[in-house]
DNA sequence: GTGTCGTGCAACTCTGGAGTTGCACATCAA
DNA sequence: TTGATGTGCAACTCCAGAGTTGCACGACAC
C-alpha cells in the first residue's frame, strides 16, 4: 500500500493537488463550485468562466483526480462538489516542510556561530 | 502597496509559490539545498541531480522569484539559501479556502435537510 | 414519436516551460 | 600570465497541457 490513511499524503497526492491548484483556471473553477454551494454542472460553470465547456470538463478531471472534486449524475446532468481535505492536509505537508528548513537553517546557524566565535 | 506585511500572500504570490511547487525536480531542488544546510551552488546541485547546470539555474530563478530562495555571492560562486516563510503562509491560505468550503458545504447541508424534513 | 438540452468523446492547434548545448566572461590558484 | 573553475547569457529542441471545435449519444419535455 502506498497510502496511509489520508492524514499523510504522500508525495504523489500532494504533487497532483499542488498541480491541480497551480493553474489559475482551476482556481477560478473552484471559487464558482464552492459559491455554488458545491453543486454546480460544467455548462453552468461554463457559463460564468471564459473557457468553453470542454475545457472545465477537462480541469474536473484533473481536480477530480487530484481529490478536490467529486462529481455524481442527476439525470441527464452532471454535479460537481468540492472536497476540502485534500487542501488542508497539502497545507500540513507545507507546514512540516517549512518547520524542517527552519530546524536545519537554526542548526546551521547556530554551528556558524559557534564556529565562528 | 498590494502587499500587507507578509501575512496575507495575495493571490498572485500564492499563484508563484504553487506553480513553483508544483514541478517535481523544482521539489528536489529545494530538498537538495535545505539538506546541504541551505548554501549550495547550482553547480553542486547539478551534480546530485539528473539535470543539468544551466536547468537548476532557470529552477532557482523560479524559486527566487516566488520568494522560496535568496542567492547571494561569494567570489566566483552564488551561493543559494532555502526560506520557509512562503510555505507557511501559502499553507495558511489553503486553511483559509479549505475552511471557507467548509462553511459553505454546512451551510447547504443544513439547507437541504430542513427543507427536505 | 420529434425536438431539445446536457454530456461525453475525439481530433486538432498552439503556447509555455523544461531541458539541452555552446560560448563568453569573471574569478581564483599556480 | 596562464590555466582552471564557476557563472551567465543566448539559441535551440521538445512535449505536456490548456483550449478549441465538431459530432454522436442519452435523457427529458412535448
Same mark, same amino acid.
Given at each position: 500500500?502506498?497510502?496511509?490513511?489520508?492524514?499523510?499524503?504522500?508525495?504523489?497526492?500532494?504533487?497532483?493537488?499542488?498541480?491541480?491548484?497551480?493553474?489559475?483556471?482551476? /482556481?477560478?473553477? #473552484?471559487?464558482?463550485?464552492?459559491?455554488? =454551494?458545491?453543486? +454546480?454542472?460544467? !455548462? &453552468? *460553470?461554463?457559463?460564468? $468562466?471564459?473557457?468553453?465547456?470542454?475545457?472545465?470538463?477537462?480541469?474536473?478531471?484533473?481536480?477530480? /483526480?487530484?481529490? #478536490?472534486v467529486?462529481?455524481?449524475?442527476? =439525470?441527464?446532468? +452532471?454535479?460537481? !462538489? &468540492? *472536497?476540502?481535505?485534500? $487542501?488542508?492536509?497539502?497545507?500540513?505537508w507545507?507546514?512540516?516542510?517549512?518547520?524542517?528548513?527552519?530546524?536545519?537553517?537554526?542548526?546551521?546557524?547556530?554551528?556558524?556561530?559557534?564556529?565562528?566565535?
Amino acid at each position: 500500500m502506498t497510502e496511509e490513511g489520508g492524514r499523510d499524503p504522500g508525495e504523489d497526492a500532494v504533487s497532483e493537488v499542488l498541480s491541480a491548484l497551480a493553474d489559475p483556471t482551476r /482556481r477560478r473553477i #473552484l471559487d464558482a463550485l464552492a459559491a455554488h =454551494g458545491g453543486r +454546480a454542472t460544467a !455548462t &453552468v *460553470l461554463a457559463l460564468q $468562466l471564459p473557457v468553453s465547456r470542454q475545457a472545465i470538463v477537462k480541469h474536473l478531471g484533473v481536480l477530480t /483526480r487530484a481529490g #478536490l472534486v467529486v462529481g455524481h449524475r442527476e =439525470g441527464r446532468e +452532471a454535479r460537481y !462538489t &468540492v *472536497l476540502p481535505s485534500p $487542501l488542508t492536509s497539502t497545507a500540513r505537508w507545507m507546514d512540516r516542510v517549512a518547520s524542517d528548513w527552519d530546524s536545519r537553517l537554526s542548526a546551521i546557524k547556530n554551528l556558524a556561530e559557534s564556529d565562528h566565535d
